[in-house]
Every structure is written in structure tokens, then in C-alpha cells.
């Protein structure tokens, strides 16, 4: 079911993603203007966190899935756009944690999205942390906006589901408990009204004198 969408929560929303997208681009620009060489890395600090430029044309962390890389997740963003919105459209008013993991993942996936089809190269990625030859995957600052909302929606939903079996359980709980309520009532009524039958008929019983017998001299 659709839910209302008061304007206070579509600013937030804007503003969530215009800000992942806008400080997600600029860094992408500042590293390709200032890294140039691709593979190279700039120590930032020590050996833990590095700014290497590298284009992947995959998905997040190097995914990758041969020639077709760009235009599969291309595809596959834009779908995953349309659910988000989806479940932007469904969310409770209140329900405020939803609504900001949702414009995390939406504005890093924009901005990773716009990579892609602008240069057949794929997303700019910079950020090299790691100790030595054991490295994380590079990634940018959509690839963090995406993670962190994607972990955060996946409690909140996770949580809900709770909820939701918590509630039906507890409605199964009080069916039960009414059926057997009503079904003792049920019982209770039937004796009662036999009682007075049998009280009456007794009563009949007691009351009524045996037939003379004839005497016979």
C-alpha cells in the first residue's frame, strides 16, 4: 500500500542524495585530476589508507562480470532504483531510518550509475586501504553511501519482519483464546438450561401418585 509522502521527508531524501552524489563526484574528479596515473598508489596515511586511481568497469569493490560489465550493472542499477523507490513510497511516515538508508544507497547509486554512462572506462575508484599486500578492494565514496544504507535498510526490514511475525502470532494466540472462550460459554449456556429440565422432571416424577390397587378380600 502506498503511503503519504509529506514534503519534509522528500527534502530529506533530496538532500541525502544530492549530498552522497555531489561529494561523491567531486572527489572522483579531484582524484582523477590529481592521481592521473592509474595503479599508482599515494600513501595518506602510512600504509593503511591509500588514494590508487583505478576505473572499474564492474560493480562495487571489483565486482566483475566480463565484456558486458558496464551495461549489465547499468541495468541492474536502474532496477534497483525503481525498487528503492518503491520502498521509499511505502515507508510509514515515521519511520525515519528507512528513509535515510534508502537515500544512501539511492544517491551512491546514482552517482556510480552516472560513471558508467559517461565513460565506457566505468567508476572511479580511489580509496586503497589495507596492510601491505592484503587490500580491500578500491572504492569511492558511493561505494561507502551504498554499503552503509544497504546494511542499515537490512536491519530496518529485518526488524519489521519481526514485528510482523510477532503480531501474527500473537493474533493467532488471541483467536485461539477466544474460540475456547467462546466455545466453554457455550457448554457453560447448555448445561445450565439442562438443569432445569431435569430438575422439572424429577419434580414431575415425585409429585404424581401411584394408581390405587384394587383389594382383593
Not at 562495487?60 to 542499477?77: C, E, K, N
Not at 514485528?163 to 483464546?177: I, K, P, S
Not at 401418585?209 to 378380600?217: F, N, Q, R, S
Amino acid at each position: 500500500m502506498e503511503k503519504s509522502n509529506p514534503p519534509g521527508r522528500a527534502g530529506l531524501v533530496a538532500a541525502i542524495i544530492g549530498s552522497v552524489f555531489v561529494v561523491d563526484q567531486m572527489t572522483k574528479l579531484i582524484a582523477v585530476d590529481r592521481l592521473v596515473a592509474v595503479y599508482v598508489p599515494h600513501a595518506v596515511v602510512g600504509d593503511a589508507l591509500r588514494f590508487t586511481l583505478v576505473y572499474n568497469p564492474g560493480a562495487a569493490f571489483g565486482l566483475h562480470l566480463g565484456p558486458y560489465s558496464r551495461w549489465i550493472f547499468t541495468a541492474l542499477t536502474i532496477g534497483a532504483l525503481v525498487l528503492l523507490y518503491k520502498l521509499y513510497r511505502e515507508t510509514e511516515r515515521g519511520d525515519l531510518v528507512r528513509v535515510i538508508a534508502i537515500a544512501l544507497v539511492s544517491g551512491g547509486a546514482f552517482g556510480n550509475l552516472l560513471d558508467r554512462l559517461r565513460s565506457p572506462r566505468g567508476v572511479v575508484d580511489f580509496i586503497d586501504v589495507g596492510i601491505g599486500t592484503s587490500r580491500w578492494p578500491t572504492f569511492n565514496v558511493a561505494d561507502m553511501a551504498v554499503s552503509c544504507g544497504a546494511i542499515l535498510l537490512a536491519v530496518v526490514l529485518w526488524r519489521e519482519d519481526t514485528r510482523r511475525e510477532a503480531g501474527d502470532q500473537n493474533r493467532e494466540t488471541d483467536q485461539t483464546t477466544e474460540g475456547k472462550d467462546q466455545a466453554a460459554g457455550e457448554g457453560t449456556g447448555s448445561a445450565g438450561a439442562a438443569q432445569p429440565l431435569i430438575a422439572s422432571g424429577r419434580a414431575g416424577t415425585s409429585g404424581t401418585a401411584a394408581p390405587d390397587t384394587p383389594l382383593h378380600g
